[in-house]
């Protein structure tokens, strides 16, 4: 069985999905052969739209695994060997009037309808999926993002007179004017990571904290980022899942995050959860944090345990079912249609 998972143009600003998947390959001693595919365009007007559809149905697999935010793919591959993989629907929020009625249609309501099989990252995103096409929730299965196999844990000494907080994200949903004005005098600094600019950075010039930012980082840097801090900050009022809870729980770190779905599930008991909205809720989080040692210990232990189900060996073989799935389903409506 040759897989081929299909990506969004490469970019050296957005790779997210690519890491969550270069944690998952196929098992060891496998006979099956799994190929990674970059689109060729990447904007979302109509022509480039037209030319991602055209070169991807040029492509030839026995699977074909859209691996996210190119929904519109369904529209251009078989439907009976194609997987699509969707991991929030944020986009939704992010327009509104005629632009968010065909982002809906193109993103979300017609690959949603044609597609056999849809994976998505937690329980919130599938209900989410659900709630606006009104599609069979029986053909989506929740599968995990993996946790990243670079991320390590360094013994640290904590920095109770001045934590070293890690914040990772320049979207919105990140929550940093919230987080900033939490923060205010309480001696501490910040490892920002991502491109801030415009606005972001004015808040964080303006927000008086000591701060370093550091972008376009690769795999071993952003396990560097996570072991050079005391505490992971991520209060974000939107995720599909939430990757940093789990990366800064494998590298035994003190997590904050949000204590609304999935962040909350996807930390299981190992973070301290805080009301994003609610600048108190997370200024009392983070103090709780620095001045409460067993607390804090007592998190990062349970951290540790919570992770294990986030290994890619756990992750990978469950795509590994679904792509078998696929190639059974396929067969058998071939020998149905004989």
Same mark, same amino acid.
């Given at each position: 069985?040759?897989?081929?998972?299909?990506?969004?143009?490469?970019s050296p600003q957005f790779h997210s999905?690519?890491?969550?998947?270069?944690?998952?390959?196929?098992?060891?001693? +496998?006979?099956?052969?799994?190929?990674?595919?970059?689109l060729p365009e990447g904007k979302a007007?109509?022509? +480039?739209?037209?030319?991602?559809?055209?070169?991807?149905?040029?492509?030839?697999?026995?699977?074909?695994?859209?691996?996210?935010?190119?929904?519109?793919?369904?529209?251009?591959?078989?439907?009976?060997?194609?997987?699509?993989?969707?991991?929030?629907?944020?986009?939704?929020?992010?327009?509104k009037g005629f632009k968010r009625w065909?982002?809906?249609?193109?993103?979300?309501?017609?690959?949603?309808?044609?597609?056999?099989?849809?994976?998505?990252?937690?329980?919130?995103?599938?209900?989410?999926?659900?709630?606006?096409?009104?599609?069979?929730?029986?053909?989506?299965?929740?599968?995990? @993002?993996?946790?990243?196999?670079?991320?390590?844990?360094?013994?640290?000494?904590?920095?109770?007179?001045?934590?070293?907080?890690?914040?990772?994200?320049?979207?919105?949903?990140?929550?940093?004017?919230?987080?900033?004005?939490?923060?205010?005098?309480?001696?501490?600094?910040?490892?920002?990571?991502?491109?801030?600019?415009?606005?972001?950075?004015?808040?964080?010039?303006?927000?008086?904290?000591?701060?370093?930012?550091?972008?376009?980082? +690769?795999?071993?840097?952003?396990?560097?980022?996570?072991?050079?801090?005391?505490?992971?900050?991520?209060?974000?009022?939107?995720?599909?899942?939430?990757?940093?809870?789990?990366?800064?729980?494998?590298?035994?770190?003190?997590?904050?995050?949000?204590?609304?779905?999935?962040?909350?599930?996807?930390?299981?008991?190992?973070?301290?959860?805080?009301?994003?909205?609610?600048?108190? +809720?997370?200024?009392?989080?983070?103090?709780?944090?620095?001045?409460?040692?067993?607390?804090?210990?007592?998190?990062?232990?349970?951290?540790?345990?919570?992770?294990?189900?986030?290994?890619?060996?756990?992750?990978?073989?469950?795509?590994?079912?679904?792509?078998?799935?696929?190639?059974?389903?396929?067969?058998?409506?071939?020998?149905? @249609?004989?």
């Open positions: 069985m040759h897989i081929l998972r299909i990506f969004r143009k490469s999905f690519e890491r969550v998947f270069a944690q998952v390959g196929l098992p060891e001693g +496998s006979t099956d052969t799994l190929q990674d595919w970059h007007d109509p022509i +480039s739209i037209l030319k991602n559809c055209r070169a991807a149905a040029a492509q030839k697999a026995d699977v074909y695994h859209i691996t996210g935010l190119a929904h519109y793919l369904m529209l251009a591959l078989p439907a009976k060997k194609t997987v699509l993989t969707i991991h929030d629907s944020v986009f939704l929020y992010r327009h065909m982002m809906k249609k193109l993103f979300l309501d017609w690959p949603v309808k044609r597609a056999k099989v849809i994976t998505t990252i937690s329980q919130q995103s599938k209900d989410e999926i659900v709630q606006h096409t009104g599609t069979n929730p029986d053909k989506i299965r929740v599968i995990y @993002n993996p946790v990243d196999k670079h991320i390590y844990h360094r013994p640290k000494t904590f920095h109770a007179e001045r934590p070293v907080f890690l914040f990772i994200g320049v979207t919105p949903n990140k929550n940093l004017a919230n987080t900033l004005e939490a923060l205010k005098g309480i001696p501490c600094h910040l490892i920002m990571v991502g491109n801030f600019i415009g606005e972001a950075l004015d808040l964080l010039e303006k927000s008086g904290l000591s701060f370093e930012i550091r972008k376009n980082l +690769s795999d071993q840097q952003m396990a560097d980022a996570y072991a050079d801090a005391d505490i992971v900050l991520f209060a974000s009022v939107y995720e599909g899942f939430g990757l940093p809870i789990i990366e800064g729980q494998k590298a035994g770190r003190a997590v904050l995050t949000s204590n609304v779905e999935p962040m909350k599930t996807v930390a299981g008991k190992g973070a301290c959860l805080v009301n994003p909205h609610q600048i108190e +809720s997370i200024r009392e989080g983070i103090l709780r944090l620095i001045s409460d040692t067993n607390y804090r210990e007592a998190l990062i232990s349970e951290g540790f345990t919570n992770v294990i189900q986030f290994e890619p060996k756990y992750i990978e073989q469950q795509y590994v079912e679904v792509y078998r799935y696929m190639k059974s389903f396929k067969n058998y409506e071939l020998t149905i @249609n004989n």
